[in-house]
Antibody
Framework: QVQLVQSGAEVKKPGASVKVSCKAS????????MHWVRQAPGQGLEWMGW????????SYAQKFQGRVTMTRDTSISTTYMELSRLRSDDTAVYYC????????????????WGQGTLVTVSS | DIQMTQSPSSLSASVGDRVTITCQAS??????LNWYQQKAGKAPKLLIY???NLETGVPSRFSGSGSGTDFTFTISSLQPEDIATYYC?????????FGQGTRLEIK
């Protein structure tokens, strides 16, 4: 069965960076896009971008351009989301979610989600 | 960016009631729309994909309809375990965008 397991909670100071991991299992890691979505406390869902685990190609939401970097390590079926120059309003739960098949475009869009990683930014 | 206008923002209903949530896209998104359920402290769970297809294992009291710009999500008979926040989401164009959510409570 498809599983996405994320790294644990983080506490960071303003201006620092955070790197969240998402380990995939139960499917061929390089066959499906991986997306990142965040949710501030008590707020809605906000899409951050995607990574193609096969090529390493990425697409980021304009809001996060210049601050977010998504990477992957195919040897351990893991994607990473790094957010830099953290501010207090970056405090949120960060989710990875599987996208569609890279080649065929099949599969359910964001049908599988990680459990979420709480990132707290506080001085 | 495509704006997703979801309504109502909150809803109180009784067990057994029929519940309807609507989502309007700011431009034609065909049927590229999902509905999610999110319970407190949990990740979103996919209920309906491609506007009207029921995800495997999801009870049949949940359904979705619509295409183009106007979409509807329905719970035919509300159950206590349906207490959650529900979101629509379009994936027709980047950036992916979500509705603001509907918080569902039991009356």
């Amino acid at each position: 069965q498809v599983q996405l397991v994320q790294s644990g909670a983080e506490v960071k100071k303003p201006g620092a960076s955070v790197k969240v991991s998402c380990k995939a299992s139960g499917y061929t890691f390089t066959d499906y896009y991986m997306h990142w979505v965040r949710q501030a406390p008590g707020q809605g869902l906000e899409w951050m971008g995607w990574i193609n685990p096969n090529s390493g190609g990425t697409s980021y939401a304009q809001k996060f351009q210049g601050r977010v970097t998504m990477t992957r390590d195919t040897s351990i079926s893991t994607t990473y989301m790094e957010l830099s120059r953290l501010r207090s309003d970056d405090t949120a739960v960060y989710y990875c979610a599987r996208g569609r098949h890279i080649v065929g475009g099949t599969g359910k869009f964001l049908g599988y989600w990680g459990q979420g990683t709480l990132v707290t930014v506080s001085s | 960016d495509i704006q997703m206008t979801q309504s109502p923002s909150s809803l109180s209903a009784s067990v057994g009631d029929r519940v309807t949530i609507t989502c309007q896209a700011s431009q034609d998104i065909s049927n590229n729309l999902n509905w999610y359920q999110q319970k407190a402290g949990k990740a979103p769970k996919l209920l309906i994909y491609d506007a009207s297809n029921l995800e495997t294992g999801v009870p049949s009291r949940f359904s979705g309809s619509g295409s183009g710009t106007d979409f509807t999500f329905t719970i035919s008979s509300l159950q206590p375990e349906d207490i959650a926040t529900y979101y629509c989401q379009q994936y027709d164009n980047l950036p992916i965008t979500f509705g603001q959510g509907t918080r569902l409570e039991i009356k």
